[in-house]
């Protein structure tokens, strides 16, 4: 599957769908965001499963300021609407390979109910 260009119309039903989303976020005159790309490409095409998005901050800045994206590209990764990795910095393909079978191995039950105990504790000491 190729890389889907995303814009802020899709952006929140996209990271909220069930399934692994991965969203790069990029600029044309970046050139680290250049180097990534093709990576990011390749990625796509080994997990046909997977929706590898792109978002382009320039054309879309309210997303990246709302995100608070400082620096490009980043990379963020949704999994069953749950957003669990945001790394600014262009990956080689292995770290970004590793990254993507930790996200498919996690046991999804398991990471909501980390967050609800989290939530949980955060509301107590409020």
């Known amino acids: 599957m190729a890389t ?3 814009t802020s119309d899709a952006f929140e039903e996209t990271v909220l769908s069930d399934g692994i989303v991965l ?3 990029w600029a ?3 050139g680290p965001c250049k180097s990534f790309a093709p990576v990011f490409e390749a990625a796509s095409e080994q ?3 997977i929706s590898f998005t792109k978002i382009d901050t320039e054309a879309e800045q309210q997303i990246a300021g709302a995100l608070e994206i400082r620096s490009i ?8 609407g749950v ?3 945001s790394q600014p910095g262009a990956l080689p393909a292995h770290a970004l ?3 993507v079978e930790q996200v498919k191995a996690l046991d999804m039950d398991e990471v909501r109910a980390e967050i609800a ?3 949980a504790a955060a509301s107590a000491t409020d």
Do not use: N, S
């Open 4 to 6: 889907i260009d995303l």
């Open 23 to 25: 969203v790069d976020f």
């Open 28 to 30: 044309e005159w970046c």
């Open 47 to 49: 997990h046909p499963d």
């Open 73 to 80: 590209p980043t990379l963020m990764i949704f999994r069953d």
């Open 83 to 85: 957003q669990l990795f």
């Open 97 to 99: 390979e590793d990254i």
């Open 117 to 119: 105990k989290e939530q």
